[in-house]
Protein backbone atom coordinates (compact mmCIF):
# COMPACT_ATOMS: atom_id res chain seq x y z
CA UNK A 1 0.00 0.00 0.00
CA UNK A 2 1.10 3.47 -1.22
CA UNK A 3 1.27 6.36 1.22
CA UNK A 4 1.10 9.93 0.21
CA UNK A 5 4.40 11.70 0.17
CA UNK A 6 3.77 15.30 -0.68
CA UNK A 7 7.43 15.60 -0.74
CA UNK A 8 7.92 13.19 -3.00
CA UNK A 9 5.16 14.31 -5.18
CA UNK A 10 7.55 17.94 -5.58
CA UNK A 11 10.45 15.45 -5.88
CA UNK A 12 8.80 14.20 -8.42
CA UNK A 13 7.48 17.24 -9.99
CA UNK A 14 10.67 18.75 -10.02
CA UNK A 15 12.65 16.04 -12.12
CA UNK A 16 9.80 16.22 -14.49
CA UNK A 17 10.32 19.97 -14.70
CA UNK A 18 14.31 20.30 -14.78
CA UNK A 19 15.23 16.89 -16.16
CA UNK A 20 18.49 16.86 -14.02
CA UNK A 21 17.26 13.56 -12.25
CA UNK A 22 21.06 12.17 -11.64
CA UNK A 23 22.44 15.52 -10.16
CA UNK A 24 19.54 15.84 -8.11
CA UNK A 25 19.53 12.93 -6.18
CA UNK A 26 23.29 12.89 -5.93
CA UNK A 27 22.94 16.20 -4.12
CA UNK A 28 20.29 14.72 -1.71
CA UNK A 29 22.56 11.40 -1.14
CA UNK A 30 25.71 13.00 -0.69
CA UNK A 31 23.65 15.62 1.83
CA UNK A 32 22.22 12.55 3.57
CA UNK A 33 25.25 10.88 4.04
CA UNK A 34 27.08 13.92 5.09
CA UNK A 35 24.35 15.19 7.69
CA UNK A 36 24.71 10.83 8.83
CA UNK A 37 28.44 11.12 8.96
CA UNK A 38 27.79 14.61 10.96
CA UNK A 39 25.83 13.06 13.68
CA UNK A 40 27.82 9.83 14.15
CA UNK A 41 31.01 11.99 14.55
CA UNK A 42 29.38 14.41 16.82
CA UNK A 43 27.89 11.39 19.14
CA UNK A 44 31.46 9.66 19.20
CA UNK A 45 33.51 12.52 20.23
CA UNK A 46 30.83 14.31 22.66
CA UNK A 47 32.41 12.21 25.57
CA UNK A 48 36.06 12.98 24.51
CA UNK A 49 35.27 16.85 24.72
CA UNK A 50 33.44 16.40 28.38
CA UNK A 51 36.99 14.37 29.30
CA UNK A 52 39.40 17.29 28.20
CA UNK A 53 36.68 20.17 29.76
CA UNK A 54 37.10 18.40 33.18
Known amino acids: M ?3 DPIG ?3 A ?3 SD ?3 STR ?3 IIFVNIIYNNW ?3 YEENTENNFHFHRR
Open 2 to 4: KRV
Open 38 to 40: IQY
Open 18 to 20: HKS
Open 13 to 15: VYL
Open 24 to 26: FYS
Open 9 to 11: QQT
